[in-house]
């Protein structure tokens, strides 16, 4: 009998470990391109774990969510955009700074009315599957963002594209149908792809790449694994200089964490903000600070009861104190957030108000007519630290009566439960705990996709379903606006009215904190929170 | 008490044939307890389980804060004269969340196994008594049931039932349920030949009453044992569901939940796991220890 119990008690053990395994090895049967999959699930972790640096050949990068599309023009999440910018590149790029590089394209020219950018295109640029990078492929490219049946992404930041002519193979000519402030960082969003391989693989495309980048695709096992291995005949000479990337998401900090210790992973992002100063300069280990772009939030549906009134929404913001949140969910690595943008965005503009205050907070929830307050759900990824912040942000509201049920979902099922609403009416969004970053660098993307009405989801992403006919029409008029004292007065004025209505509880902004083995050189974190590793090295 | 020393020793004389079976159980019982308490380990492990279940329902006024109320200036501190198994991530006392925790756990595990005995026990009794067709079919059945691993069966039945605490009583109790319909059965079997139950057959006793009457009360010791020794492996089972997310929410003082929770922090504040972890060892490792107590104890054919 003992013998026997004991041997049990080993077995759950066992049994624990092939249900985490198990759970890899479903997706790894969902793969599609399998080829190279190992048969056992385990073998097919530490297959990858093997290319890491100690060999000289691969580097691993451990992130914290899933992977969702490799489609450049539909991605959405910053991790899909890292991911996809290994093998795809745009006219132009973003240095870490945030500011517009030539890539594609070795110059550019705008016309004084703002109407008519032209492109030079760079010589001797090959597609992966050997076919010409030319003008007719960038006209390929923007016909397939701009169709509407295609329903992508970056349609919208296309919608002012009149026309595109390609007058040589090595010119593009872009003529716009009005003035768009931000026209030149949209076109650093649209990576090419190869018009051969968007023929041949349709809607398959986000699993099949074929771009122009340092790396091409070598196996992606939705769920667990990315790994893209070196473009022998990219343009840039001496680039890449490692042979692999392999990305694995990791949702769990501390196992991110083990990985980075044990060399398992090279880099890994997010570093867990609470063990920032423990493994600073232990066991090779270098921990990397940034401060980002990246604001955190929670998204009040200004459509649904009770958050469609400005004073729920307001008292929600006053109940939750933000110094306090910067200190349990970031370790104190990040400042809170004081407008709709970072103090990294273009045409910041700084608000006041919503001081922790507890009394306010009630007595607008009073005002409102909840003055027991109310039950929601609040959504958001399965992460710890997002699970924390959530569990911080119920305990918050608990204290004014507002009973938070909190629902953590792995990232596909929940941008599916997200978009699967086609209409405001359909949602079943409360609110969600989320970030956001504008990787085209840019007021226009921290502002459109996330408050413009156009923006409701699919299309976008305001999942406040906030409508507010000024700020549509300021946005508007910001992109028109040639002048940039102009626009930066626009922006204020954005900011200011969006602050006022609250269809966010403003949360915090990122420092972005990120782990390296010291033999790795080269991955950057830009401040929207993307993942660069062209110049990555192994030294 | 003079009554009740004549009571005993009616029975044990045996000589009032109308006073015999209450003195016998009494009698029985007092053997029994003179067993068990030579085995101290297993007594000392009874004891710890009467002071859980204390803590269990005397839980709120024990504990020494509010097991939910966050305190943003005490952080993952360590063990101290306030905070004596420190606080967690987010400043609550995890003595306190302990202490709430264990009326769920122990709420969980015993009502999962009490299900799991009520079922086991009736298939048991029937399929040991009538044999036959439903014999087969339940002792198939059960075979089906034991060839999943415990815990493997019960995310299963968490994956089609969804999470949460009440799903996670049903999930055990599926799993406990044939184990106690084969031994019950055995028991059935044996007890079905003997002479005392085909005397009462003859007489035109009905089937339910031979059943529970007669059969029935032989078999209480197997169930008793069998529910000891299988609270240990519930209350892990429910912790190891919570831990992989599958049953309370994070938010619960849930002993799993709290060690899950707790994991990211195991290498700088790692007194958030070892406590709930300390707990559920300590809780589980009393239920085996006291399940075998009992068993020796109760198993007529171990002298001493």
């Known amino acids: 009998m003992k013998a026997k119990r004991k041997s049990w008690l080993a077995f759950m053990l066992l049994v624990i470990v092939a249900v985490v395994a198990a759970g890899c090895g479903n997706s790894n049967n969902e793969a599609k391109n399998s080829g190279s999959a190992s048969p056992s699930p ?28 490799l489609d450049p023009h539909n991605a959405s999440d910053t991790h899909s955009i890292s991911a996809a910018r290994t093998m795809y590149e745009g006219l132009l790029g973003f240095d870490e700074n945030m500011n517009l590089v030539p890539v594609l394209a070795t110059e550019y020219k705008i016309s004084d009315d703002g109407l008519v950018y032209t492109f030079t295109l760079r010589d001797n640029v090959k597609f ?82 074929v771009g122009t980048g340092p790396f091409k695709l ?42 980075l210790k044990t060399g398992e992973a090279d880099f890994i992002y997010p570093l867990p903000t609470e063990q920032a100063s423990e493994v600073e300069g232990k066991d090779g280990i270098s921990v990397i600070k940034t401060d980002s772009t990246i604001v955190r939030y929670v998204t009040l549906n200004t459509m649904k009861k009770p958050f469609d009134d400005v004073k729920v929404r307001q008292a929600i913001n006053y109940a939750i104190n933000k110094e306090a949140y910067i200190k349990v969910v970031k370790s104190g690595l990040g400042v809170k957030l004081d407008s709709t943008m970072s103090s990294k965005t273009q045409y910041y503009s700084q608000q006041t108000g919503y001081d922790y205050d507890l009394e306010k907070a009630k007595q607008l929830l009073a005002d409102a007519g909840y003055p027991n307050g109310f039950s929601a759900e ?19 509201l608990a204290l004014v009566g507002i009973k938070l049920d909190v629902k953590s979902m792995e990232g596909g099922t929940l941008s599916d439960q997200i978009n699967a609403a086609k209409t405001p009416e359909e949602a079943k969004i409360q609110m969600w705990y989320v970030s956001w970053s504008p990787s085209s660098g840019d007021a226009d993307g921290a502002t459109r996709g996330l408050f413009s009405s156009e923006m409701f989801p699919p299309a976008g992403s305001n999942t406040a379903y906030y409508k507010n006919a000024s700020v549509d029409q300021w946005i508007a008029d910001a992109n028109k606006a040639t002048d940039a004292e102009k626009a930066k007065a626009i922006y204020a004025d954005i900011q200011k009215t969006i602050w006022n209505d609250a269809p966010w509880a403003f949360m ?25 590793v062209l110049n990555a090295q192994v030294k | ?37 030579k085995q101290r380990l297993a007594f000392a492990a009874a004891c710890f389980i009467i002071l859980l279940l204390l803590v269990a329902i005397l839980g709120p006024f024990l504990t020494p804060y509010n ?238």
């Open chain 2, 67 to 304: 097991p939910d109320t966050p305190n943003y200036d005490a952080l993952m501190q360590g063990p101290s004269a306030h905070h004596w198994a420190g606080t967690d991530e987010y400043g609550r006392d995890i003595m306190s969340r302990l202490i709430d925790g264990t009326r769920l756990s122990l709420a969980v595990s015993l009502s999962a196994v009490f299900i799991a005995a009520v079922l086991g026990t009736i298939l048991g009794l029937l399929s040991g008594y009538y044999g036959g067709w439903l014999d087969r079919l339940i002792m198939r059945g059960s075979d089906v049931l034991f060839s999943f691993p415990d815990l493997l069966l019960a995310i299963g039945i968490v994956a089609i039932l969804g999470p949460g605490l009440s799903n996670v009583v049903i999930a055990v109790a599926v799993f406990g349920t044939p184990s106690f319909a084969r031994i019950i059965r055995s028991v059935t079997l044996s007890v079905k030949e003997t002479l005392f139950v085909e005397a009462t057959r003859s007489m035109g006793a009905k089937d339910s009453r031979i059943i529970w009457r007669h059969i029935f009360p032989e078999t209480v010791s197997s169930i008793i044992v069998n529910v000891s020794m299988r609270i240990g492996g519930a209350i892990l089972a429910a912790a190891s569901l919570s831990f992989l997310g599958m049953g309370a929410k994070t938010t619960e003082p849930d002993w799993g939940a709290m060690l899950s929770m707790g994991r990211d922090y195991l290498s700088i504040a790692p007194h958030i796991v070892y406590f709930p972890g300390l707990t559920i060892f300590l809780a589980v490792l009393a239920f085996n220890i006291f399940g075998d107590g009992l068993r020796d104890a109760l198993d007529p054919k171990i002298k001493n």
């Open chain 1, 218 to 259: 070598k196996d992606w096992t939705q769920g667990d694994s990315l790994v893209v291995e070196k473009n022998a005949d990219y343009w840039q000479q001496g680039f890449p200089k490692v042979e692999s990337v392999t990305f694995r998401s990791v949702p769990e900090n501390g196992s991110r964490i083990a990985m």
């Open chain 1, 128 to 209: 992966q599957d050997g076919t010409d990078f030319n003008a007719e492929a960038v006209k390929a490219n923007i016909a397939r963002i701009q169709d509407e049946k295609n329903n992508l992404r970056l349609r919208r930041s296309f919608a002012k594209v009149a026309k595109v002519e390609a007058p040589d193979a090595k010119t593009v000519v872009f003529t716009l149908s009005e003035p768009y402030n931000a026209f030149l960082n949209k076109v650093a969003m649209a990576g090419m792809i190869s018009p051969k391989a968007l023929t041949e693989s349709g809607a398959d495309i986000a699993k099949k790449p």
């Open chain 1, 42 to 69: 385990s073998a097919g972790a530490s297959a990858s774990a093997g290319a890491g640096a100690k060999d000289g050949k691969g580097i691993t990068i451990a992130i914290n969510t899933n992977i969702i599309t």
């Open chain 1, 378 to 396: 609040i959504w958001g990824e399965n992460d710890s630290e997002t699970i924390k912040g959530m569990q911080f942000i119920q305990q918050q």
């Open chain 1, 508 to 532: 915090g902004v990122d420092q972005i904190i990120s782990g390296s083995r010291s033999t790795l050189e080269g991955v950057k974190v830009f401040p929207d929170g993307s993942i660069n």
């Open chain 2, 1 to 37: 008490m003079p009554d009740n020393s004549i009571g005993m020793g009616a029975g044990s004389g045996s000589s009032l044939p109308l006073e015999a079976a209450p003195a016998r159980t009494a009698g029985r019982f007092k053997a029994f307890y003179r067993k068990f308490r």
